[in-house]
Nanobody, 127 residues
Framework: QVPLVESGGGSVQAGGSLKLSCTAS????????LGWFRQAPEKEREGVATIYTGRGKSTYYTDSVKGRFTISRDNAEKTVYLQMDNLKPEDTAMYFC???????????????????WGQGTQVTVSS
């Protein structure tokens, strides 16, 4: 079973919105943390947002998306969402969903700490 499947990417103009979905296997969803990461051409993969799938709803965001992106989850559907509003051209990237076991707070947006990954979905924002 594929551990993580992303959907919802597409092309929008600057200022527009997209909502990404990540449907997880039982194994992936119960790891603890499900995060969204992105990678633009010739750039390193970076953490965008992550959410705890256990008790509570701790979330973390990278500074560049705070106030524009919202991560949420649906435990019954084992799905994590990324609502992206006021998109900018610099948000253009391949977006990946990934799962990780609990880790210190300063590592929660570090791609290296996540060991289950989806195939990604492309987001393109035009100016």
């Amino acid at each position: 079973q594929v551990p993580l499947v992303e959907s919802g990417g597409g092309s929008v103009q600057a200022g527009g919105s997209l909502k990404l979905s990540c449907t997880a296997s039982e194994t992936a969803y119960t790891r603890g943390w499900l995060g969204w990461f992105r990678q633009a051409p010739e750039k390193e993969r970076e953490g965008v947002a992550t959410i705890y799938t256990g008790r509570g709803k701790s979330t973390y965001y990278t500074d560049s998306v705070k106030g524009r992106f919202t991560i949420s989850r649906d435990n019954a559907e084992k799905t994590v969402y990324l609502q992206m509003d006021n998109l900018k051209p610099e948000d253009t990237a391949m977006y990946f969903c990934a799962a990780a076991s609990p880790m210190p707070s300063w590592e929660r947006l570090d791609p290296a700490k996540y060991d289950l990954w989806g195939q990604g979905t492309q987001v393109t924002v035009s100016s």
